[in-house]
């Protein structure tokens, strides 16, 4: 079982930038590979971006490219999400998970370990 812990979600400005980190409480959690997804209100969960288990291949949606940034840190067992410019269409609560992966993926079915959510909400 691993657990995720996401915060620093908040209320931001468009054009603002917030730091989410999902931290992890097993040390294996650099076996597992990472992803970012958010869900707004009646919408389907999305894919954000996913982090293989080294860190060294990342891949985005379109949506995000060029203004968020995720990376991990083993050492410290956490994932982070670094989100800049952001949009009003970017408002949603955003989940980390972790799976068990060989490569970045971004369907949600195939990570097996799920966050609790972080509410971010950016005002235009």
């Known amino acids: 079982q691993v657990q995720l812990v996401e915060s620093g979600g908040g209320l931001v400005q468009a054009g603002g930038s917030l730091r989410l980190s999902c931290a992890a409480a097993?040390?294996?959690?650099?076996?597992?590979?990472m992803g970012w997804f958010r869900q707004a209100p009646g919408k389907e969960r999305e894919f954000v971006a996913a982090?293989?288990?080294?860190?060294?291949?990342?891949y985005y949606a379109d949506s995000v490219k060029g203004r968020f940034t995720i990376s991990r840190d083993n050492a410290k067992i956490t994932v982070y999400l670094q989100m800049n410019s952001l949009k009003p269409e970017d408002t949603a609560v955003y989940y980390c998970?972790?799976?068990?992966?060989?490569?970045?993926?971004?369907?949600?079915?195939?990570?097996?370990?799920w966050g609790q959510g972080t509410q971010v909400t950016v005002s235009s």
């Open positions: 097993r040390r294996t959690i650099s076996t597992y590979a």
């Open positions: 998970a972790a799976g068990v992966l060989t490569t970045v993926v971004d369907i949600p079915a195939r990570y097996t370990y």
């Open positions: 982090i293989n288990r080294s860190g060294g291949s990342t």
